[in-house]
């Protein structure tokens, strides 16, 4: 994941909060926790990399068990919890995982489809400290609706955030990349603007759970690069005149990081400092600190390989968990992205790599750096494992 602002820039919503856990992660604490705390799911979207549905799996965690594990990622300072699905809202006891939460002083980010937020929901949000609320749009209407198997969600959807925002909670507006959502995708960047979002969050399509086997169904690295250029541009527009603006969030496609970097130092932009951050935490931040929970306590480094996992938290502690998750940065990549000047700074997809290859440390198959991309001297320098303190730990 790459938040555009607040990596480049140093002028996103979340920079503060990146910041802390850029300092978890260089402490070797927990940098960011992704929960999806219940599989069950009132909608049926087509590309749904979990495939969730109506059914809790029987071995999901207990309300006592959940509440535990809050409190150990309490105990180890984490900064940022996202607790996700399925659908979040309709786990039993929801708000008194929030409430949990809020007691260590865990900021928490709720990924939903919003279709459970009314007045008093968002006014508990709000209550509750949750900085923002993330959910998804994928075109018009009809499409929408088609595509999560539900009629009436997209309405209920834009109202939601509506309310939200009325309310004074953050949103991000999410959506999946593929070539069904393409055409409507500049639209959505410009809705979520009109509803006073304050970031965008654009991931590549992830070929897991209902989408396997979709990957003719990606969009293309020329369609990637053509948004990496919008958005550079709207990000440098909205910065350099001091407006609100959006912050993009990149997810899935780790090579965005590099391509943009070396757009910026194209401009002459000094990104030194967005360099030496990457070294710490990297466009993939799959083993820096990054952890992931399903709602059976599996411990995986990515949320969006929910077969991949490492060990249960039924088993192990935080700490050991995290050691754990350290430990994949001692193996080494392998294939083109082993190969690459930008590996530090990128790492590539490894989810893609094990959905490919069965081989997280395998070469990430969507890289959307052009073969014929010239690679400036000076991000090669900058983007070279030693030249940054602390680098090479």
Same mark, same amino acid.
């Given at each position: 994941?790459?938040?555009v602002?607040?990596?480049?820039f140093k002028?996103?919503?979340? !920079? ?13 604490r ?9 599989? +069950?799911?009132?909608?049926l ?8 549905? %109506?059914?809790a799996?029987?071995? &999901?965690? !207990? ?5 535990d594990?809050?409190? &150990?990622?309490?105990?180890s ?12 809202m309709l786990?039993s ?13 865990i &900021?928490t980010t ?7 937020? @009314? ?9 509750a ?8 749009l994928?075109?018009p209407?009809?499409?929408? @609706?088609a ?5 009436? !969600?997209?309405?209920?959807? %834009?109202?939601?955030i509506?309310i939200?925002r ?5 949103v %991000? ?7 069904? !959502?393409w055409?409507f995708?500049?639209d959505l960047? &410009? ?5 006073d ?12 759970? +209902?989408?396997?086997?979709?990957e003719d ?6 369609q ?9 541009e709207d990000?440098?527009?909205?910065v ?14 780790p090579?965005f ?5 070396e757009?910026?130092? #194209? +401009?002459?932009?000094?990104i ?10 990297n %466009? ?11 709602s059976e ?8 390989a ?8 039924? @088993?192990?502690?935080?700490?050991e968990?995290? @050691? ?5 940065r ?5 294939g083109?992205c082993?190969?690459? #000047? ?8 490894r989810?893609?790599?094990w959905h490919a ?6 070469e ?11 690679r400036?001297?000076?991000?090669v320098?900058?983007a ?10």
């Amino acid at each position: 994941m790459a938040h555009v602002r607040s990596l480049f820039f140093k002028d996103g919503p979340l !920079t503060a909060i990146e910041d802390k856990a850029v300092k978890a992660s260089m402490l070797g604490r927990p940098s960011e926790v992704i929960w999806n705390i219940t599989n +069950r799911c009132n909608l049926l979207c087509d590309h749904c990399y979990m495939a969730a549905d %109506a059914k809790a799996r029987p071995a &999901q965690l !207990t309300d006592e068990e959940t509440i535990d594990i809050i409190r &150990q990622l309490g105990e180890s300072q984490l900064p940022l919890l996202f607790m996700s699905g399925g659908e979040p809202m309709l786990r039993s006891n929801f708000w008194e995982m929030l409430a949990e939460a809020r007691k260590y002083g865990i &900021q928490t980010t709720i990924s939903t489809n919003a279709t459970l937020i @009314d007045r008093d929901a968002a006014k508990r949000l709000k209550a509750a400290g949750v900085s923002f609320i993330a959910t998804s749009l994928y075109g018009p209407e009809e499409f929408h @609706d088609a595509l999560v198997g539900v009629p009436g !969600t997209r309405k209920r959807v %834009a109202e939601a955030i509506k309310i939200l925002r009325e309310e004074g909670v953050g949103v %991000a507006v999410k959506t999946a990349l593929s070539k069904d !959502t393409w055409p409507f995708i500049y639209d959505l960047i &410009q809705e979520a603007k009109d509803l006073d979002a304050g970031l965008i969050y654009l991931c590549d399509l992830i070929t897991s759970g +209902r989408s396997e086997d979709g990957e003719d169904n990606r969009i293309t690295a020329e369609q990637w690069r053509e948004l990496a250029d919008f958005i550079l541009e709207d990000s440098i527009k909205t910065v350099e005149s001091k407006q609100k603006g959006l912050e993009y969030d990149i997810g899935a496609m780790p090579s965005f990081v590099p391509y943009i970097a070396e757009k910026l130092v #194209e +401009r002459g932009y000094d990104i030194t400092a967005t360099m030496e951050r990457l070294k710490i935490m990297n %466009a993939c931040p799959v083993g820096k600190g990054h952890m992931n929970i399903n709602s059976e306590g599996g411990i995986m480094p990515c949320q969006f390989a929910q077969d991949w996992t490492i060990g249960n938290v039924r @088993d192990m502690s935080v700490k050991e968990a995290v @050691d754990s998750l350290l430990s994949i940065r001692k193996k080494p990549v392998t294939g083109k992205c082993g190969e690459c #000047e930008y590996l530090n700074i990128c790492y590539g997809c490894r989810t893609k790599a094990w959905h490919a290859e069965g081989d997280p440390m395998g070469e990430d198959p969507t890289c959307m750096l052009d073969p014929d991309f010239q690679r400036s001297e000076r991000l090669v320098r900058m983007a070279s494992p030693c030249c940054v303190s602390g680098a090479c730990s």
